[in-house]
């Protein structure tokens, strides 16, 4: 009699072992990638309703971070400016510059400019800009070089074990507040002594527990 | 010691004799299944569902949703978006006032504490308070003007009002009359009093549903003047209570529980203790506060309070105007003798008190007894009331006359509700316009021809006047929600025609009030402390023998033994008079002393049940005075017999989606506007029976000695008592333990001694906390979602018991047995000793809550916020994460209070100090019976109580190590009585 099943499927098992592996890995691999951070994130980069350059203010002008983000070293929120902070300069500059219109509209109507958010934790994440910026963490840790941006782009994935990186070992993210919002300071060569002297005169210990930023 | 060792402590009737109904809610830790879920959605369609949702959030998850951020055009000045700023206002409350603090984030109020600087919160709040956070954001607040139902503006009301008023100018006012609640603000005083020059011939009624005029007139009869009492529990050793819930209902209960608990306050074995007698025929909080309570229907008080005259008068202390005969009432004479003599040993330093449905003889005899006793001036204070729009009940039924006759064409209701709580009908049909001033469309709203939205007092200007004279200013934290307007504006308009703002109203008062020099200044000052300075003004009248005397001749001393039954109504621990009849909060908040929610029942001993042949939840119609009112039933043990206790508030039709519909309206039982006790009412059983909601089985503990109690003698033999009632072998850890020596270990500790069980901190944490309402259905499931929960016990005779309160919160164990069952670590330990929840990690298999000795987690069955109105979500905390269905959650310690002083502390390069934040319970409770923070700062209070010897864990023989812990109580019986 002859045979039923061809040589060839001795080998069957063996390759479906191997295949099912293998899109096993491939499917972990892409949940595991394309669902992070890493991927939705990182790189998220909306169109805003003005065209507003952060290179041209904060880079070129060399305006400070904090003239617009007031509320980064007293609050929680560092605060997106309103209509009169832009109104400040620009009943004087550009008063007839197209793409300031909806800034002027809105300050016409009264009605407040939309801007499209970038940088979000979860709302059950209480995260605090002046627990961070009064610590001598940098704007630069958590947003990437602001003054080289023309639009506002993610470059950090801000999940919890970014977080917590940092927050285990926060030495190479401080620096003096002096230079907290300086987007090209460098680290001098005693970087190290000052992170031992800051981290005691401050007292800086981060939360590695839930109830950090959970409540 | 057999006293604290042989104690036995149930909860109901039903875990006396544990009836199936108990049994199955102990026995289960989740007693209903999760399958009897509201909507009907099989286990096959719901597996379909979750398969389409997984899929579809799949696919959603990859990209996320775009989120607006939308600054300010102009900022305000000063306002940083995000952190909370804090304000002083006051809470009018009938002609008191209750100063507060006031907790904004980015313009919205989300939190109401008492300010340290008031004297009628002393730092302290009660239920009523937190709940009127509620109240502001209540969707169901009218929001328009409305001319008989149809949607007008505020201006069309002016030009109509203007023209009446013309016309009343005109004739002075003739057929006009005005119902106020009673108040002692000076710009509604001023403007009334403006209202009254401009028409003279307009009638004013001072009417309040819940009236302490007996109390006013009381004191009239016996001093001649008009007088506001301010008893100083914390000065008296031997209070006497005739009636009196002063800790509770009564007119400046805050302060006379801050008071009593002062007084009752043991540090060390050195201290004394007050000594509280009730005489009283319905179990009220302060009777489950009693160190000797008499049973005594209510009606009968009078005649008690003519006995212990009697008895003081043979001992020598002569009450005057008093000379009702020694009558043969069978009051227990060794009681009344060991009080009289109690009393008497203690001239100048005790304090008799008699409840507000007391009658005006009653508190005209009352304060000749305080006289005698040289109480005046030293536990009771007064100030005087000559300009204050007092209650007078007579004045309303005559008005109801007068429109019954149409004399009246013109009637302006300033923030009441006459057709739901006035006993009779007021025929408003026969008035030409009903103007009425009212925060929702309620029943006399609706036969209104003008309806006028009132602004919330955190909505409006306004000032208000104390107990003791402070006066003390009301500032908006909100603009009016629904374009209300406050009574200040609306009184302003009735008075002169003018329509003015709030603001300008108040500083023209004020302008009168402040020093004259430096106005400006003095004014901004007055609206950041909220109080003003020195302006108190307390008097010391004396009495007039024969004003006692004439009040006493109106008054006849009822010898005859009781034979028939009494209704005694008092106002609802849950809506007071209504007027927290929408409020979610406190509805569900459990009645101290029954546990009952969302419901009032009719309240009756043991044995009353026996004799009329009924069983809780038997529907029965009660008949007096020719009004009947069908109530079920409920079973209060230490009850006075022949007496029902119904609360008022309840039975609206026409106060929102909340409350409409609950209980029964008990104020259409009255005899009269000011009655409180009706004699002569006979119950019988009626068909049917109605299913009440009580919490008083849930998280039952099986007789362990949670709770632990002593006398004060008892006390000072053994100091230790607490922690010697259980034995133990020595604990042992089954695994290495962890320690917690360093940084900030936070613990917290409940004295029972002061702990009155008023529930303040249950509605403190669930406004603080987030914490949903889940309704009367799922109450009965045993599925309350408050961290707190404040177990009452009874003790001792059924009919005649003793009660213990004792508040639950997560004890935050340092081996808490909730964390090791946990599959997914959802909840586990911090460094600083809090028992953690992580809410995104829990799948819900309940498991901790199985496994927690003390039942105090709690678990979302469903999306309670889901349908949660817009204005609700507006006071929300946002410093607490809002939890959804599925998650298992429970007290904090108050984790975004703990993490705010922490950041704080840190910024300014310090450690957190003792005392400078609380925890939500901490601060509402009117007792300071919580104290919480570090552990390890021996300076801290904390550590302090912890070593008191009458700390003791609860169930601490299972090496639980919980951080809460609880002060045992004390009793101080007298020694003639024990």
Known sequence: MAQLFPRWTNKTPLYTIIGLTASLVIIIFLFWYYGSPKNTDVGYRPDQPIDYSHKLHAGDLGIDCRYCHWGVDKSPHANVPSTKTCMNCHTLVGTDNEKLLPVRESWATKEPIQWVRVHKVPDYAYFDHSAHVNAGVGCISCHGNVAEMEKVIQVEPLSMSWCLDCHRNPDEQLRPVSEVTNMNWVKPSDHKQFVENWKKEKNINPPVDCSGCHR | ?978
């Open chain 2, 1 to 978: 010691m057999s006293l604290t060792k042989n104690r036995e402590y149930w909860r109901s009737l039903d875990q006396l004799d544990e009836t199936p109904e108990f049994k199955k809610f102990h026995e289960s830790e989740f007693p209903e299944a999760m399958d009897e879920a509201g909507d009907q959605v099989s286990r096959r369609k719901f597996l379909g569902l979750m398969g389409a949702s997984m899929a579809l959030a799949g696919m959603a998850s990859c990209r996320r949703p775009v989120e607006k951020i939308v600054p300010h055009i102009i900022p305000p000045e000063d306002m940083v978006p995000g952190v909370a700023v804090e304000y002083n206002t006051t809470m009018p409350f009938g002609n008191g006032a209750y100063g507060l603090t006031v907790r904004t984030y980015d313009g919205r109020p989300i939190k109401l504490e008492g300010n340290p600087k008031h004297p009628s919160t002393l730092g302290s709040s009660s239920t009523f308070i937190q709940g009127e956070i509620l109240n502001l954001y209540d969707p169901d607040r009218s929001k328009s003007v409305l001319f008989n139902g149809g949607e007008r503006t505020w201006d069309d009301f002016v030009v109509a009002w203007r023209e009446l008023y013309t016309k009343g100018l005109d004739t002075k006012g003739e057929g006009m009359a005005v119902i106020s609640t009673s108040f002692s603000s000076p710009t509604l005083v001023r403007l009334a009093k403006e209202f009254q020059k401009n028409l003279p011939n307009a009638r004013w009624i001072v009417y309040d549903p819940i009236s302490d005029e007996n109390i006013f007139k009381g004191i009239k009869a016996a001093t001649g003047r008009d007088l506001i009492p301010n008893y100083r529990f914390d000065r008296a050793k031997v209070i006497l209570s005739l009636d009196s819930d002063f800790m509770h209902l009564e007119r400046e209960s805050i302060a006379a529980a801050r008071g009593f608990a002062d007084g009752r306050r043991v540090e060390s074995t050195e201290d004394e203790m007050n000594r509280l007698y009730v005489v009283e025929g319905a179990l009220s909080l302060t009777g489950s506060m009693a160190d000797h309570r008499l049973r005594v229907a209510n009606s009968r008080i009078g005649a008690f309070a003519a006995a212990l005259a009697n008895e003081l008068q043979t001992l020598g202390i002569q009450i005057p105007g008093f000379n009702v005969a020694s009558n043969d009432v069978n009051f227990d004479s060794t009681w009344i003798n060991a009080l009289a003599k109690d009393l008497a040993a203690h001239k100048g330093e005790c304090v008799v008190v008699a409840g507000r449905g007391q009658s005006i003889a009653v508190h005209a005899l009352v304060l000749a007894i305080n006289s005698a006793l040289g109480n005046l001036g030293e536990t009771i204070e007064f100030r005087t009331a000559d300009d204050d729009f007092l209650p007078n009940a007579n004045d309303l039924a005559v008005l109801k006359s007068d429109i019954d006759n149409k004399n009246i064409s013109t009637l302006l209701i300033i923030g009441g509700n006459p057709k739901y709580d006035a006993p009779f009908e007021i025929n408003f049909k026969n008035i030409e316009n009903v103007i009425h001033l009212a925060d929702r469309i309620n029943e006399t709203s609706k036969l209104a021809t003008w309806h006028i939205p009132q602004a919330h007092f955190l909505e409006s200007w306004g000032d208000a006047q104390a107990v003791d004279g402070l006066i003390s200013t009301i500032q908006p934290l909100i603009e009016p929600l629904h374009g209300g307007k406050s009574d200040v504006e609306v009184l302003n308009i009735f008075a002169t025609g003018e329509d003015a703002r709030g603001y300008d109203i108040v500083r023209e008062t004020w302008e009168s009030i402040l020093p004259r020099g430096d106005f400006e200044n003095a004014w901004r000052k007055a609206l950041h402390d909220g109080v003003t300075e020195n302006n108190t003004r307390t008097i010391n009248p004396g009495i007039q023998p024969s004003g006692v005397e004439k009040a006493l001749q109106y008054y006849a001393v009822d010898t005859a033994s009781q034979h028939s039954f009494e209704i005694v109504l008092k106002p609802s621990t849950h809506v007071y008079d209504g007027r927290y009849n929408n409020n979610g909060w406190l509805l569900e908040n459990p009645d101290p002393i029954t546990k009952l929610t969302w419901d009032n029942a009719a309240l009756l001993s043991p044995n009353s049940a026996n004799e009329l042949g009924v069983q809780k939840n038997d529907i029965v119609t009660i008949t007096v005075n020719k009004k009947k009112l069908k109530l079920p039933v409920w079973i209060v043990h230490g009850m006075a017999d022949f007496v029902v206790s119904i609360a008022l508030g309840f039975g609206r039709d026409a106060s929102g989606r909340v409350g409409n519909g609950i209980g029964g309206n008990a104020y259409k039982l009255r005899s009269n506007v000011n009655s409180f006790i009706e004699t002569d009412a006979s119950i019988e059983k009626d068909r049917g029976t109605y299913e009440l909601v009580s919490s008083q089985d849930h998280g039952s503990m099986e007789g362990r000695p949670l709770v632990r109690e002593g006398s004060i003698d008892e006390y000072k033999e053994e100091p230790h008592f607490a922690q010697e009632m259980v034995e133990h072998p020595p604990l042992q850890s089954l695994w290495k333990e962890h320690k917690y020596e360093t940084g900030y270990q936070w613990g917290l500790t409940i004295d029972l001694n002061t702990c009155i069980g008023c529930g303040a901190c249950t509605v403190a944490c669930q406004s603080e906390n987030n914490i949903a309402v889940v309704g009367k259905e799922q109450v009965g499931h045993g599925r309350e979602m408050h961290w707190i929960r404040v177990d009452r016990y009874f003790e001792g005779d059924t009919d005649d018991p003793e009660l213990v309160h004792q508040p639950v919160g997560c004890q935050h164990c340092e081996m808490a047995p909730c964390e090791g069952v946990c599959p997914v670590a959802a909840t586990v330990h911090d460094s600083e000793g809090l028992n953690l929840m992580v809410y995104n990690r829990c799948v819900g298999t309940r498991y901790c809550s199985n496994n927690c000795p003390y039942k105090v987690r709690r678990f979302n069955f469903f999306n309670y916020i889901k349908d949660y109105p817009e204005t609700i979500k507006m006071a929300q905390n946002p410093n607490v994460a809002v939890r959804s269905r599925g998650v298992m959650e429970k007290c904090t310690y108050c984790l975004q209070r703990i993490n705010e002083a922490k950041l704080k502390a840190k910024q300014e390069g310090r450690e957190v100090k003792d005392g400078e934040f609380m925890t939500a319970c901490q601060q509402a409770c009117p007792t300071q019976a919580i104290t919480f923070g570090n552990i390890l700062d021996p300076e801290s209070k904390i550590a302090k109580a912890k070593a008191s010897e009458r700390n003791y864990a609860m169930l601490g023989e299972y090496n639980l190590k919980p951080r809460t812990s609880y002060l045992a109580k004390l009793r101080n019986p007298n020694p003639e009585l024990a």
